[in-house]
């Protein structure tokens, strides 16, 4: 049970979270700021936060727990701004989608100690909506959330992220931070570049309008997340940029290679290069399977 919970970024993550412990009786209170007055005000008024104020130290002050849902290269001046007000037992964590740099921009801001009560964390659900009003109670449930902890966290803080995660229904898996920037640069990064890239490239089109009238399920599925937050995508981009590069090569290769091929009419090469990507998705894509309780392995 939470006494105090501080949001700080009243989006589609941290609104989120606040509703799915609210809906289980599992806080207290919710302290909420982000950067606009109407959005905490939103936030309020759709039963997100308890209390609106004005600035990050405010909210964390008292607070057992502190989220950070703001977008990543916000993430530097919030911890700065809570450094002074954070009290000597909360636990802090964040939704950021990308760990290295919120770990820089932590170190670089708290104490050592506070450093120490920081628990990097990215849930692995989401949808292409933001602010306050696309939040919902159900999204982490049946989803992973990855950990990214640190040599410097002591066990019990682990745990209570842990514990703070699977309260909601997620599936909590730890890894450390450079692989975890690794991997997401492949699964989540990379799509959303080529995502964003299509529908620019198509919006170029001089018959773009008749292109986008009689676009259909396949274009909806592969460019939905082209309709995520520019600024949230920005500052992924950027701040995993060392990853996301070579992620890109790769694939740009491999679009060069299938250019290749059509281009020759090597139809027994399209068709080798469409079974290999149809045969992996087909066993290795796998959306979480809900956990029930008895098949919990005894020491979770
Ligand atoms: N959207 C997703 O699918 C998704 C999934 C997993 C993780 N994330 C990560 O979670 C974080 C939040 O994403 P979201 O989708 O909730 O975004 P969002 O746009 O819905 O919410 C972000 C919130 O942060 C606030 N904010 C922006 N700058 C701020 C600042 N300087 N100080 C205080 N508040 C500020 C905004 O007003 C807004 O309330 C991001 O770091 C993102 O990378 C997003
Ligand atoms: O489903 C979506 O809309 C998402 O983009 C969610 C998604 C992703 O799967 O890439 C987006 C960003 C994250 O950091 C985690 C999850």
Same mark, same amino acid.
């Given at each position: 049970m939470i006494q105090r919970l501080a949001l700080i970024g009243l989006g589609l993550i941290g609104g989120s979270l606040s509703l799915a412990l609210k809906q289980r009786?599992?806080?207290?209170?919710?302290?909420?700021?982000?950067?606009?007055?109407?959005?905490?005000?939103?936030a309020r008024e759709l039963g997100i936060i308890d209390r609106p104020v004005d600035s990050v130290a405010e909210a964390v002050a008292g607070a057992d727990v502190v989220f950070?849902?703001? =977008?990543?290269?916000?993430?530097?001046?919030?911890?700065?701004?809570?450094?002074?007000?954070l009290a000597p037992n909360a636990?802090?964590?964040d939704g950021g989608s990308v760990k290295g740099a919120v770990v820089?921009?932590?170190?670089?801001?708290?104490?050592?100690?506070?450093?120490?009560q920081f628990v990097p964390g990215h849930p692995i659900a989401g949808t292409e909506r933001s602010g306050p009003d696309a939040a919902f109670a159900e999204l982490f449930e049946n989803h992973r959330i990855i950990l990214t902890p640190m040599p410097e966290n002591a066990a019990d803080q682990v745990r209570r992220a842990e514990d703070?995660?699977?309260?909601?229904?997620?599936?909590?898996e730890c890894m450390d931070v450079a692989h975890h920037d690794h991997i997401l640069a492949a699964t989540s990064h990379l799509p959303h570049v080529a995502a964003f890239s299509l529908v620019s490239a198509l919006s170029r089109l001089e018959e773009r309008y008749e292109v986008f009238r009689y676009a259909a399920g396949g274009f909806r599925d592969f460019s939905r997340i082209a309709s995520s937050d520019p600024a949230m995508w920005r500052d992924i981009c950027l701040t995993n940029r060392?990853?996301?590069? =070579?992620?890109?090569?790769?694939?740009?290769?491999?679009?060069?290679?299938?250019?290749?091929?059509?281009?020759?009419?090597?139809?027994?090469?399209?068709?080798?290069?469409?079974?290999g990507a149809k045969a992996v998705r087909d066993a290795l894509y796998r959306p979480v399977e809900p956990k029930t309780s008895a098949a919990e392995p005894a020491s979770e």
């Open positions: 009786g599992l806080v207290g209170e919710v302290v909420g700021y982000s950067r606009q007055l109407q959005t905490r005000l939103r950070v849902a703001t =977008p990543v290269q916000a993430m530097a001046g919030v911890f700065r701004d809570m450094a002074e007000a636990l802090i964590t820089a921009a932590a170190k670089a801001a708290l104490s050592t100690a506070q450093f120490a703070l995660w699977r309260s909601v229904g997620a599936q909590v060392d990853e996301l590069l =070579p992620m890109l090569d790769h694939y740009l290769a491999e679009l060069q290679q299938m250019r290749g091929l059509i281009d020759h009419r090597d139809g027994a090469g399209i068709e080798q290069m469409f079974s």
